[in-house]
């Protein structure tokens, strides 16, 4: 046998090009492995492949039924998340965590003087990396204490909250823009623009943030390892406190708060038992 291995040898790219145009024609040869191979290549732009003086051509049957998997994915993917959505949902509820946050909140509230008057313009959440997508993030809890918002996701690359969870740095500002004052202002294209540009927004998008000009992002980690961030926002500039300076003591606070808060040890435990249920995918290259 030592003459196959010196063939083998001597021979490897000529051996294994043949292996490779057998595999693709076994692969023609049999349906599922041939839709396979071309939902590949569509997907890629790739319309025709010629092979010496085979010529294989994807027409727009098969463009239309890639277009048709993609949707039944997007459809599956919606459907999953709400039902993950119910799972989260009472699994917060049966262990407490909302609790937590809110005894959390309240302690941050309390702690800042913030009195009823101003507890009315004032929203505050937490945001942990998606179930479904790395670059996404999940919103665990409504808003507090206005309601709604828990299970909506959001782009880490989106506003305050994705480059908080990128860089790691906390961040607290009383004015989206220097124009804006308590909401008693006309919205402009220029306004819009500048936010869109600064915080990666659509117009729509930054019209919502500019009706809530005070917000303050704090990461909730130990030891290196970031499982959330406390998000709070206010319609009042800095916050309807009197001194610009104050909007950095209510970051200070908040720190202080989630570092003496059992959160992050809640997080972890959830993140820790829904581990299994859902691997976080990522898509990289072109679209």
């Known amino acids: 046998m030592e003459w196959l291995g010196n063939f083998v040898a001597n021979n490897a790219w000529p051996i294994l090009v043949l292996i490779i145009f057998l595999s693709f024609l076994i692969c023609f040869c049999l349906p599922i492995f041939r839709f396979r191979i071309k939902t590949m290549f569509v997907s890629l732009g790739i319309t025709k492949l010629k092979f010496s003086d085979t010529e294989i051509e994807f027409g727009r049957q098969d463009t239309a039924a890639i277009e048709l998997i993609f949707d039944d994915a997007i459809e ?154 406390f998000f709070m926002d206010c319609r009042k500039v800095n916050f309807g406190l009197c001194e610009e300076g104050q909007v950095e003591l209510i970051k200070e606070t908040i720190e202080k708060h989630i570092s003496e808060s059992s959160i992050f040890d809640f997080i972890v435990k959830m993140e820790d038992d829904f581990e299994a249920l859902c691997p976080r995918v990522t898509f990289d290259g072109k679209k």
């Open 76 to 229: 599956s993917i919606g459907t999953f998340r709400k039902r993950l959505s119910i799972k989260l949902d009472k699994y917060i509820k049966k262990n407490g965590i909302d609790i937590e946050f809110w005894e959390l909140t309240n302690r941050i509230l309390d702690d800042l003087d913030f009195g009823e008057q101003f507890r009315s313009d004032i929203r505050c959440t937490i945001h942990i990396q998606d179930y479904i997508f790395f670059d996404r993030l999940f919103q665990l809890f409504d808003y507090f204490p206005s309601g709604d918002g828990f299970g909506r996701d959001f782009s880490t690359r989106m506003g305050i909250i994705g480059r908080v969870w990128r860089s790691g740095v906390a961040s607290a500002n009383g004015r989206l823009l220097d124009e804006l004052q308590n909401g008693d202002y006309s919205p402009s294209k220029a306004h819009r623009e500048k936010i869109c540009l600064e915080w990666g927004l659509t117009a729509l998008e930054a019209e919502r943030f500019m009706s809530r000009p005070s917000y303050c992002c704090v990461p909730i980690e130990k030891s290196g390892r970031r499982v959330g961030l």
